[in-house]
């Protein structure tokens, strides 16, 4: 029987951190203050998701720079939380059966989580749902990601839209500041540290329960995993460092439009990692990018911005009403195309994911990704496009690559790029635009800066001849000491042979009528 004089504790306010780690500018964080009772924040490891990262076993250690991203974003929480009283619960399992049982550990009334409109994520919190409504605990979530998402921008017949310039022209003209305006938390990031202040600081459940220390966060090492190289590629971390590259980034908003298709020189925001794992609000840059569009100095390069920002949107929308996406074409006839298989496609598969194919721009971007889990923009394209269309081979081994090696990997945002590079998706290039890998590095890196970087053995090859270097006449490799093939490989395939054979694969499209001209992705 209870004490009847000892005070009855309210009951507290679940928050459930998943793809928002940070603390200011926070939707669920401020759907929660609205509420009464403490608030407590959680994030859980989810196995489910650890587990199947490629490489994964019991009792073994791997490289992973995602996890470790996010291992140091909630220290930067959890470090903030317990210098305002309060603390970070760190669990690692399944949030399934975990969440239900912190919430009846901490007397919740409800637990508050943003959206998260993955396939898989839908089904996650079907099942949290349920086993909170079972225990009687409320199941609340809201808009974070993204600034429209879901049913919110459809067409006059209210169907979602598969075309991204009339979504975009639609979701400019219904934005309001309203819809981009700051989830007040009581949190500020100011000169590198988070500071708290009330309302937040006075409502957090109290770090310290009967003396003891603060939960402790487990260890990468505990769960199987290492930062790889991610500290030592010096990536701005947390809440912190997102805010850092966005400062950065606003002095060089102005020449984007331009800038951002040499993947040579400093044009993209260095943000998609931190957009991925919510170290940053959407509603932050959008702000920003929307003021900046009305400024005639930066116009151009902001509003070029915004545009990719609203491409974000658009693929999540895309994955939430054609969820099929995931796993097939998101048109049907795209299925039918008979892929190139058996020995020589995995061998053509290997020179790709190795950087070896012979073409130094496609083996450039490779190699980065490999070697950084990064990948510009441009370049997504470029080899995408090489895989699916020079080599012939299903884009969804090439998703799944980039799934694996990608710090930012999104799954709407990798899926409606790669089906956009194979003529596949929602409005995507038609199937007879094949980029020519040659003629890109000669637009994109003319002096051959990028591939001389990342592919450092024919970094003394002349720059007319580094594009294509089997093109170089016999004068020029014996007047300087070069050889075809050694050690750089020549290419696996010949363009213009690839681009007849591609033509003929995709005839069963042909048949079937898709000839409609896309949009450009972002970039």
Avoid at 261 to 290: C, N, Q
């Amino acid at each position: 029987m209870a004490n009847p004089l000892q005070p009855v504790q309210p009951a507290s306010v679940l928050v459930w951190l998943r793809r928002d780690l940070r603390l200011n500018d926070h939707a669920a964080l401020h759907a929660a203050l609205k509420r009464q009772g403490p608030i407590q924040l959680v994030f859980i490891f989810d196995t489910t998701i650890l587990h199947a990262i490629p490489g994964w076993k019991k009792g073994s250690t791997i490289d992973d720079r995602r996890v470790g991203f996010i291992h140091a974003a909630l220290e930067q929480i959890k470090e903030s939380l317990n210098e305002a009283g309060g603390d970070l619960a760190v669990h690692v399992g399944n949030p399934v059966e975990l969440i239900p049982l912190i919430a009846q550990q901490m007397r919740a009334s409800c637990v508050v989580a943003a959206h998260d409109d993955e396939p898989a994520a839908r089904r996650r919190d079907d099942d949290v749902r349920q086993a909170l409504e079972d225990l009687g605990v409320e199941w609340v979530t809201v808009k974070d990601q993204c600034i429209f998402e879901r049913h919110e921008v459809l067409t006059g017949a209210a169907k979602p839209f598969s075309v991204f310039t009339p979504y975009k022209n639609a979701w400019l003209k219904r934005l309001t500041a309203d819809d981009i305006a700051e989830r007040n938390t009581g949190v500020m990031v100011r000169q590198g540290k988070i500071v708290i202040q009330d309302p937040l600081k006075s409502r957090l459940r109290p770090a310290m329960s009967g003396g003891a220390e603060p939960t402790p966060l487990p260890s990468l090492e505990s769960m199987g995993f290492s930062s790889g190289n991610l500290h030592a590629l010096g990536i701005p971390l947390g809440a912190t460092g997102a805010d850092m590259l966005f400062h950065d980034f606003q002095s060089r908003i102005k020449d984007y439009k331009t800038a951002r298709d040499f993947p040579g020189i400093k044009g993209p925001s260095y943000l998609s990692m931190h957009l991925r794992f919510g170290t940053i609000a959407i509603r932050e840059l959008v702000r920003f990018a929307w003021a900046a569009s009305r400024d005639s100095s930066q116009s151009e390069g902001a509003s070029t911005w915004l545009s990719e920002l609203i491409w974000r949107d658009f693929y999540m929308q895309v994955l939430f009403h054609h969820p099929h996406v995931a796993d097939r074409s998101f048109r049907p006839e795209y299925d039918q195309i008979q892929w190139l298989e058996g020995p020589e496609s995995d061998r053509l598969f290997r020179a790709w994911c190795e950087g070896r194919t012979g073409f130094p721009l496609v083996d450039a971007g490779m190699r980065q990704l490999n070697a950084t889990g990064y990948m510009h923009n441009r370049l997504r394209m470029v080899v995408a496009s090489f895989l699916t269309k020079d080599l012939g081979i299903d884009w969804r081994r090439g998703e799944a690559y980039f799934a694996w090696k990608l710090n930012d990997f999104d799954l709407s945002a990798n899926n409606g790029g790669w089906q956009w590079a194979a003529s596949s998706g929602c409005d995507a290039q038609p199937y007879f635009r094949i980029f020519n890998p040659v003629t890109q590095s000669e637009k994109f890196d003319p002096k051959g800066s990028f591939i001389r970087r990342y592919v450092p053995e024919i970094s003394a090859w002349p720059d007319r001849w580094i594009h294509a270097p089997w093109e170089a006449p016999s004068q020029v490799l014996t007047e300087h000491g070069l050889r075809l093939g050694d050690p750089y490989p020549m290419p696996v395939v010949m363009h213009d042979q690839a681009r007849v054979k591609t033509l003929l694969r995709y005839g069963v499209v042909k048949k079937a009528g898709s000839t409609s001209v896309g949009s450009t992705p972002p970039s």
